[in-house]
C-alpha cells in the first residue's frame, strides 16, 4: 500500500458579534511568563483552538469519521479509531496537522479539513490606561463573519474607554503562542495610526488569553488629547466628572460637571458662554468650562501659566501646562484642554499685567460675566452696583444712578487696588458721551472704587460711615487717602 504525505485543507468562520460580561472581584497579575517581541505581521497566526470551540472535521473519503466535534475540557478532541487528541493552544493549520499525523497508520490518504463553527467564549484583560481595567469574558453568539472577534479598540470601549493621560503610541498585547512556539508575543501597536491615517492593521484582532497594557504618557501633546478626546474608544462624554479647581477664581474648590453644563448658554440672550471650545459638539467639558464654573477667573489671574495636575492609573501625577492667552489671541484651541476623571486646575497669580491685557482678559469668555464696582458718595443709589466686565467708568455711574443734586459733578476720584498690594488713586474728569480710553475714560475691573464728592468746600467724609457699610475695606482705603 502506498502511503501518501498527509495534505491539509482549512475553514476558518470567525464571528460576527459578541455579548461581554465582566468578571467581578479579579485583579489582574502582570504575566510571569517569558516574553518576547513580535511585529504585527507575525501576530497573525490565527485562531487559537481551546476548550469549548465546537468544529467541523472532514475526512477525505472517510465520510464516516467526518462530523461535528465538541474541544473538551482536557483540550482534546475525541476522534473514531485513535481517540483522544490534543487540539489546545494549537492553530486550525496545526491542529489539521496532528490529526493527519494521528490518523497516518490507519489511513492511506489523511487528508483532514478543520471548520470552527462555533468559538468559546475568550477570556481577555485589560490594564492601564482604561476606567475600567480587568478581566473580560467575550461571548460568541455566530461565527459566520469576521466582525464577530474583538479587536484593540473594542477591549478599550468595554473597559470604559482610554483615560486622558494614556500613550496609545505604546500599547501592549501579551498573546499566549501557539502550541510549543515558545514565550509569549508581546505585540507593540500603535493607536495613533489608526487615528491619524486610518491604519486598521493597528487595530489588532483579539484571540484567547490576550491581555492588553495601556501605558501612561511621559508628555501630553495638546494637539493630540483633542483627537483623543473625539476617538471612538475614548471615555463616554456623557458622564458627570469629578473636578477641582483652585488658585485665582472666583470659587474655587470641587466641582462636579455634568454633561448638561458641558456647553452653558449666556442667561441673557442665549448665545453660546464658549464659542472657543474645540469640543463644544463632543460635550467633552474642558478647561474653560470648569474655570466658568468656578465663577471665572480673578484680575490677578495669570492666564499663561495654568496647570492641570492629572492622576494616572500607575501612580504618578501628570502636569500639564496650557497658555490661555495663546487661546484669546491667536484662537490657539489646543489649549482648552479636554479634562478627566479627577483633575485639578491650578489658576497662579500673576506678577504683572499691564492694562491691554488685563482689559482683554475680562472680556474673555472664562472671565466672570459681571464684576463689582464700589461706587460711593454723591450719586443716586449709592453702595456695590454689578456690571459686564471692560464697563467704562462713565457707565457705571450711570449704572448707580448717576449724579445726585449735591454732586460735583465736573469730576470723580477713581480708586483701584493693584495686585502688588499697591493703591492707585487718580481724578478722572466725567463725559458722559465719551468712549472707553485708559486716560480719560478707563474700564473697570473688579472691586474698583468711584468716589464722587459734593459740590462746594463740604467734604464727602461725612457720609462715608453709613454709605461703605456694605462694601467693607473700601472705607478704611479711602480714609487712608485723605478723603
Known amino acids: 500500500m502506498v502511503r501518501f504525505t498527509p495534505a491539509i485543507a482549512l475553514g476558518l468562520t470567525l464571528l460576527p458579534s459578541v455579548s461581554i460580561a465582566q468578571v467581578p472581584d479579579r485583579t489582574l497579575v502582570p504575566s510571569v511568563r517569558p516574553t518576547a517581541d513580535v511585529s504585527l505581521s507575525q501576530a497573525e497566526d490565527g485562531y487559537l483552538l481551546g476548550s469549548g470551540d465546537r468544529l467541523r472535521i472532514d475526512f477525505f473519503s472517510v465520510p464516516e469519521y467526518s462530523g461535528e466535534y465538541l474541544v473538551l475540557p482536557n483540550g482534546a478532541v475525541n476522534l473514531p479509531q485513535v481517540g483522544a487528541v490534543v487540539v489546545q493552544g494549537r492553530t486550525l493549520k496545526q491542529a489539521s496537522t496532528a490529526i493527519a499525523t494521528t490518523y497516518g497508520p490507519y489511513l492511506t490518504r489523511p487528508i483532514v479539513t478543520i471548520g470552527l463553527l462555533a468559538a468559546r467564549p475568550l477570556r481577555l484583560a485589560i490594564a492601564g490606561e482604561v476606567n475600567r481595567p480587568g478581566t473580560y469574558n467575550v461571548q460568541a453568539v455566530s461565527a459566520s463573519a469576521d466582525t464577530g472577534v ?14 486622558q493621560a494614556a500613550d496609545v503610541r ?10 510549543n512556539a515558545g514565550a509569549d508575543a508581546v505585540i507593540k501597536v500603535d493607536l495613533w495610526q489608526l487615528l491619524k491615517a486610518g491604519n ?18 511621559t508628555n501630553v501633546n495638546l494637539e493630540e488629547a483633542q ?48 464659542p472657543l471650545s474645540t469640543n463644544a459638539n463632543l460635550k467633552v467639558p474642558t478647561v474653560t468650562r470648569a474655570i466658568q464654573t468656578a465663577g471665572g477667573i480673578t484680575q490677578t489671574a495669570d492666564i499663561r501659566r495654568i496647570e492641570i495636575r492629572r492622576t494616572t492609573q500607575a501612580g504618578p501625577v501628570q502636569t500639564i501646562n496650557v497658555d490661555f492667552w495663546s487661546l484669546l489671541q491667536a484662537g490657539d484651541l489646543r ?26 482678559i475680562a472680556a474673555a469668555s472664562f472671565a466672570p460675566d459681571r464684576i463689582t464696582v464700589n461706587v460711593v458718595g454723591e450719586v443716586v443709589r449709592p453702595g456695590p452696583v454689578q456690571v459686564p466686565p471692560n464697563t467704562p467708568l462713565n457707565q457705571a455711574l450711570l449704572a448707580a444712578g448717576g449724579f445726585n443734586n449735591r454732586a460735583k459733578k465736573g469730576d470723580v476720584t477713581f480708586i483701584r487696588l493693584n495686585q502688588n498690594g499697591t493703591v492707585a488713586r487718580r481724578d478722572v474728569d466725567v463725559d458722559f458721551a465719551k468712549g472707553i480710553n485708559d486716560a480719560t475714560n478707563p474700564p473697570m475691573r473688579n472691586n474698583d472704587t468711584i468716589v464722587v464728592r459734593r459740590s462746594g468746600f463740604t467734604a464727602v467724609t461725612d457720609a462715608l460711615g453709613s454709605v461703605l457699610s456694605p462694601i467693607g475695606g473700601v472705607f478704611s482705603i479711602i480714609n487712608l487717602l485723605g478723603f
Do not use: C, M, W
Open 227 to 274: 483627537r483623543l478626546a473625539a476617538a471612538t474608544f475614548a471615555a463616554p462624554s456623557d458622564r458627570p466628572l469629578r473636578i477641582a479647581v483652585v488658585g485665582e477664581v472666583n470659587r474655587p474648590g470641587p466641582y462636579i460637571l455634568t454633561p448638561d453644563q458641558t456647553n452653558p448658554t449666556n442667561q441673557t440672550n442665549g448665545s453660546p458662554v464658549n
Open 335 to 360: 489649549q482648552d484642554l479636554p479634562l478627566q476623571e479627577g483633575d485639578t486646575i491650578v489658576i497662579p497669580t500673576a506678577t504683572t499685567l499691564d492694562n491691554t491685557e488685563a482689559t482683554k
Open 150 to 163: 474583538p479587536s484593540v479598540t473594542r477591549l478599550i470601549q468595554l473597559a470604559g474607554g482610554i483615560t
Open 170 to 179: 505604546q500599547v501592549e498585547v501579551h498573546r499566549p503562542r501557539p502550541y
Open 200 to 217: 486598521l492593521r493597528q487595530d489588532l484582532r483579539l484571540q484567547d488569553g490576550d491581555s492588553i497594557f495601556i501605558p501612561s504618557a
